[in-house]
């Protein structure tokens, strides 16, 4: 509506154009209105190209906020993982489909997958891009993991205290109940905090 046309419109008309623009507005800064439509977006095209009806993957379908470094590293080896958990594979470095296996592969080459962001550790270059770790520690993360879902899920904790873990603020024990129950626990959003406020975890480090 702008200033030639307001002129020809009733008080009433004003008074539901301003409230349309009111209700717009604060959709577009609500990331909550945001990821509905963004899933709603992708549920349709994945039936389209499924030729199927229904709630997109049976309702499983969900999207959950990555708040904090802690929250990014679970959700990494908890699909890095997957193929163990299912019994397709004994080791991540036989994991197929999965980019820890990528990873491993071009680590052996002192590369890594330009296909995927890369791992730059404490890099203090606000100009390069990647995840704020290191690649070693990653693959030994999610191996000591594998090795605690392959027993139990909530497996036997080894006794020392992985660099990564220290870092983020992470005990062994909260890091099995992030990686275990991601999906269960938490249902749209997941941080360090968030765990240890569902599990009564202490914050202090095991070790």
Do not use: H
Not at 97 to 121: D, M
């Amino acid at each position: 509506m702008n200033k030639e046309q307001r002129p020809g419109l009733s008080e009433a008309q004003v008074k539901t154009v301003l409230s349309c623009v009111e209700m717009y507005r604060k959709r577009l800064y609500d990331i909550s209105w945001f990821m509905r439509l963004l899933n709603e977006f992708i549920a349709r095209k994945a039936n389209k190209e499924d030729e199927c009806t229904g709630r997109f993957w049976e309702g499983r379908f969900k999207s959950q906020a990555l708040l904090d470094e802690s929250a990014l590293l679970a959700c990494m080896a908890y699909v890095d993982l997957n193929p163990i958990r299912a019994s397709n594979a004994n080791t991540p470095e036989k994991s197929m489909y999965t980019s820890v296996k990528r990873r491993i592969a071009k680590a052996k080459k002192n590369k890594q997958p330009q296909e995927l962001l890369p791992f730059i550790g404490d890099s203090q270059d606000s100009k390069v891009k990647g995840l704020p770790f290191r690649l070693d520690d990653y693959l030994q993360l999610v191996d000591q993991t594998g090795r605690q879902l392959r027993s139990n899920i909530k497996g036997a904790i080894p006794r020392n205290c992985e660099p990564i873990l220290s870092r983020t603020g992470l005990t062994q024990t909260d890091w099995s109940a992030v990686v275990s129950s991601i999906e269960s626990n938490f249902s749209s959003k997941i941080s360090l905090a968030l765990v240890k406020r569902k599990t009564g975890l202490s914050p202090q480090l095991a070790c």
